[in-house]
Nanobody, 124 residues
Framework: QVHLVESGGGLVQAGGSLRLSCAASGRTFSAYGMGWFRQAPGKERELVTAINWSGGNTYYADSVKGRFTISRDNAKNTVYLQMNSLKPEDTAVYYC?????????????????WGQGTQVTVSS
């Protein structure tokens, strides 16, 4: 079992930045691939970015390439999402997820554990 807790969400103006954190507890964090997903009102949950177990492989949705950066610190059992140049369309609840395959998967079905989410609101 892996327990995930997101933090760092909030309200920011367009063009601003936020850094989300996801702290993990439980089984070996370093074995898990990690993903950040988001869900806006009335829309399906979508993958934002993912990182493999070592941090050596990452995946980004086209909509966030060049603006968002995922990273992880296995010594601290934490994964981060640095979000720059935020846009109103980035407004959503952001969730982190852990996948036992260890890969940076874009498939939500490959993630076994999910956090409760943190709200990010970008005002225009």
């Amino acid at each position: 079992q892996v327990h995930l807790v997101e933090s760092g969400g909030g309200l920011v103006q367009a063009g601003g930045s936020l850094r989300l954190s996801c702290a993990a507890s439980g089984r070996t964090f370093s074995a898990y691939g990690m993903g950040w997903f988001r869900q806006a009102p009335g829309k399906e949950r979508e993958l934002v970015t993912a990182i493999n177990w070592s941090g050596g492989n990452t995946y980004y949705a086209d909509s966030v390439k060049g603006r968002f950066t995922i990273s992880r610190d296995n010594a601290k059992n934490t994964v981060y999402l640095q979000m720059n140049s935020l846009k109103p369309e980035d407004t959503a609840v952001y969730y982190c997820a852990a996948g036992g395959s260890g890969s940076a998967s874009s498939n939500p079905w490959r993630y076994d554990y999910w956090g409760q989410g943190t709200q990010v609101t970008v005002s225009s």
